[in-house]
């Protein structure tokens, strides 16, 4: 039996009703969004900004609302290809980095740009070949964080259109062409020489020098000891003339106490004769040769011309009575 016609109908009426009730009810399933932490859910109302979804349970009107733009609120790694730079000096580098940045406002990193991530890159790659091409190629060696600090300053001036936040910008690698970095080997090893050179010559200075001063040192030390000891050998004279004319005078002055004790007189006198005899009996020998001013046969008269009897022994000590250098009194005047 054939179906009619209405039934074929009916049929089709049934498969279209059920397909609309699926997709109202999917709709009304997709109304219902649960937005999860550090995420951002732009809705528009018939094409038009209506909302901004925050994390957690949210219920949208079917078929009005919709979820246009999904963004996350995290810190994000961009990764910026490799763009070929010319120096300053017309080097070719390659140079290749990473911005690190986040939305702060969704609703212009919606509507404020098209893509905020490939608008980033691109603006980062243009300050980067900018600033590389007033700097000469050891330079951009040197200063990889003025780069970045350029590149994130440039970045920043576009933070309120797009809606984020570039915290940092960090250059990965700066390739050269092998020639260059041959050339650059080159050079660095010729400065390790120089600069080894001119460590040697340095420390061979030093040594020279530290050698001339210890010389010095040497010198001064060896004077000032020549000039202690003899210090101390004229110190040690001078004390001995002074105890050799403290032990003179001392005797002299027993002497003197002698000589005016009684019969001192007498002990002195014969003490010269004795001396004198002594001398008399030496001038005999064969090798001396004496021219002799007195009579030696008077001994006598040489004991008077010593004129002992005159010395007297007063209170303080010994001291001429009369004579050459012997103090006058009124007696004597």
């Not at 009810?25 to 901004?52: C, D, M």
């Not at 940045?101 to 608008?119: E, H, K, M, Q």
């Not at 980062?124 to 900018?130: E, G």
Request: aromatic share 6%.
């Amino acid at each position: 039996m054939e179906p009619q016609p209405m039934d074929l109908i009916n049929l089709i009426s049934q498969g279209v009703l059920a397909l609309i009730a699926v997709y109202v009810l999917f709709q009304f399933l997709r109304s219902i969004r649960i937005v999860p932490q550090q995420s951002a859910y732009i809705v528009e109302r018939l094409g038009n900004y209506h909302k901004t979804l925050e994390a957690g349970f949210h219920a949208l009107v079917p078929f009005i609302d919709r979820v246009k733009y999904t963004q996350d609120l995290r810190e994000q790694a961009i990764t910026v290809e490799p763009q070929d730079c010319f120096t300053e000096d017309n080097v070719r580098v390659r140079v290749d980095g990473v911005i690190y940045l986040s939305v702060t406002d969704p609703v212009n990193a919606s509507y404020g740009v098209t893509d905020y991530r490939r608008a980033s890159i691109q603006l980062a790659q243009t300050t980067t070949r900018s600033v590389i091409g007033r700097m000469e190629l050891d330079t951009t060696f040197q200063e990889r964080a003025v780069i970045s600090q350029k590149v994130v300053d440039v970045l920043n001036e576009v933070e309120q259109p797009w809606g984020m936040k570039v915290h940092r910008y960090e250059i990965k690698n700066i390739d050269v062409p092998r020639t260059v970095q041959q050339a650059m080997e080159r050079q660095m090893t010729a400065e390790r020489e120089r600069r080894a050179v001119v460590a040697r010559s340095e420390g061979q200075e030093r040594s020279t020098i530290n050698d001339a001063e210890g010389q010095k040192q040497e010198l001064i030390n060896q004077s000032e000891g020549e000039m202690q000891k003899r210090i101390n050998e004229a110190e040690g004279r001078a004390q001995e003339i002074e105890q050799i004319a403290n032990a003179t005078a001392e005797a002299i002055e027993q002497v003197a106490r002698a000589v005016s004790s009684p019969g001192g007189e007498e002990a002195v006198k014969l003490r010269l004769a004795e001396q004198y005899l002594g001398t008399i009996a030496r001038l005999g020998k064969k090798e001396n040769k004496v021219l002799l001013p007195a009579d030696l046969t008077r001994f006598d008269a040489v004991i008077d011309g010593l004129a002992l009897d005159e010395f007297k022994i007063e209170a303080t000590g010994a001291a001429p009575a009369s004579g050459d250098g012997a103090p006058h009194t009124e007696d004597d005047a």
